[in-house]
């Protein structure tokens, strides 16, 4: 095997995925692994991209998976270590970006890191330390609702504060549009100021592709999936279209969506006006009846026999509606219950015969990965920023494209499937 020249820990598996595909975009050859790896990679590449599913879990497991990852990253000889969370830096006050970042630090012996959910491309800017999602605050967006990490406030620097043991400084819009060399001065002045990470403004592409130059001797740099178009170049690196090439396709066509974030359920409801096949999960009777997912897999088998194809399982609901069922049976008890039948009905999806999965949601698309026991994915042609086509060849031949909740456009759901074909006329 080559030896790796940046390794990436991803705090879900949406999340490595959007990360993988940036990089594969500006110019590297990406393998993005299912956990730590157990086995050989597929392929000689330029970086690996560890997805964990990380991002909600409890901070202690959190880390320790973390620091498996940053050993196995080492191990192969990573030059940079990037930590990837979500470009609306889902956290709460407990962590995990926090938590996770200062033991990073720590096991890599890292004085200084710049923290940066930036994705321009996606709408989501920072000015003055504040998070941007298109053009509402953070705190004013759908992520205020969000079922596991309500997003309340914008300020970065505080969120970035309340869960980090070590000092957090902020570098402004004004020094970033200086360029590359005014980010490495105020990154030198913050270290002497005994600031330990940097929260970077950024408005544009330009401001990444600045700070990626600037953070060149970082050994770790946090951020979202942004930052990725600014790292390739350091290692001499340049796009080139082969790099995106998959397998060709086969089998039905399925979507699984446990996503209840705003874009999600507007991209539900395309796919129902469009007249296509959907069945809704409820959450309160699969409380009641573990084994309610059986039916919404011989739904499945049925509309696929009629000669349907997508079809659409979804548990996706309005902010309302998941508020009522959280009070039924706790936040935690929901998710459990929706991601559990996801994870169930993604692999008997596959057994009837799917070969093109499309998965909603970060924490559904994590367990639909983990149950499907799929541990190596090459990355593909892009959807829609964030969001590529994947192929997995183990342990059978599946595409698959795993969506950040807020990712993609309103028809989504009809469109990503032309990307493929395209690909393969
Ligand atoms: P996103 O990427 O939009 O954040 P996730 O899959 O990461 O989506 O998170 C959504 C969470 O909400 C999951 O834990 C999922 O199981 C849970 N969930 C899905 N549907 C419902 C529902 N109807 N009521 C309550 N919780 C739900």
């Not at 298109?134 to 705190?139: E, K, P, V």
């Not at 100021?193 to 740099?221: H, P």
């Not at 699984?256 to 809704?280: D, I, P, W």
């Amino acid at each position: 095997m080559n030896k790796i020249l940046l390794g990436c820990i991803a705090d879900d598996f949406t999340g490595a995925t959007d990360l993988a595909n940036n990089l594969v975009r500006s110019g590297m050859r990406v393998i993005q692994t299912v956990g730590v790896p157990t086995e050989d990679l597929e392929h000689d590449v330029d970086a690996v991209v560890i997805a964990l599913k990380s991002r909600t879990i409890d901070s202690v497991l959190a880390i320790e998976q973390s620091l498996n990852a940053l050993a196995w990253l080492k191990k192969v000889g990573a030059h940079q270590i990037y930590f990837k969370y979500c470009s609306t830096f889902d956290s709460t006050t407990q962590g995990n970006i926090g938590p996770v970042t200062d033991e990073l630090m720590k096991a890599l012996g890292a004085s200084f890191t710049v923290v940066t959910p930036a994705f321009p491309d996606n709408g989501r800017t920072i000015f003055k330390g504040h998070l941007f999602v298109g053009d509402l605050l953070l705190s004013d967006s759908s992520m205020r609702h969000h079922p596991l990490t309500p997003m309340k406030d914008s300020n970065l620097v505080k969120l970035m504060q309340a869960q980090f043991p070590r000092r957090v400084g902020l570098i402004d819009y004004k020094i970033v549009a200086k360029g590359s060399q005014a980010i490495k001065v105020k990154i030198s002045e913050l270290i002497n100021e005994g600031i330990s990470a940097a929260v970077v403004d950024a408005l544009n592409n330009e401001d990444l592709i600045q700070l990626g130059e600037a953070v060149k001797d970082l050994s770790l740099v946090t951020a979202g999936s942004g930052l990725a178009i600014g790292l390739p170049q350091n290692f001499n690196l340049k796009p080139s279209v082969s790099q995106s090439r998959l397998p060709h396709y086969a089998g039905q066509r399925a979507i699984l969506s446990g996503s209840c974030s705003e874009m999600t359920l507007k991209q539900v409801n395309h796919f129902k006006r469009e007249g296509y096949a959907c069945y809704a999960l409820d959450p309160l009777t699969l409380s009641q009846r573990p084994d309610y997912w059986q039916e919404a897999a011989l739904w499945a088998k049925q509309q696929f026999k009629t000669g349907a194809d997508p079809i659409l399982i979804y548990s996706t609901s309005s902010p309302d509606q998941v508020r009522e069922v959280q009070k039924e049976l706790s936040v935690e008890k929901a998710g459990s219950l929706v991601e559990q039948a996801m994870g169930n009905l993604a692999m008997a999806l596959v057994e009837m015969g799917v070969g093109q999965l499309l998965v909603a949601g970060g924490e559904t698309s994590g367990v639909c990965v983990q149950s499907l026991k799929v541990n190596q994915l090459q990355i593909g042609p892009q959807i829609d920023p964030g969001v590529p086509w994947c192929f997995t060849k183990s342990p059978r031949n599946l595409h698959l494209a795993l969506k950040s909740g807020n990712f993609g456009r309103e028809d989504f759901f009809t469109y990503a499937w032309s990307v493929l074909d395209e690909q393969n006329s």
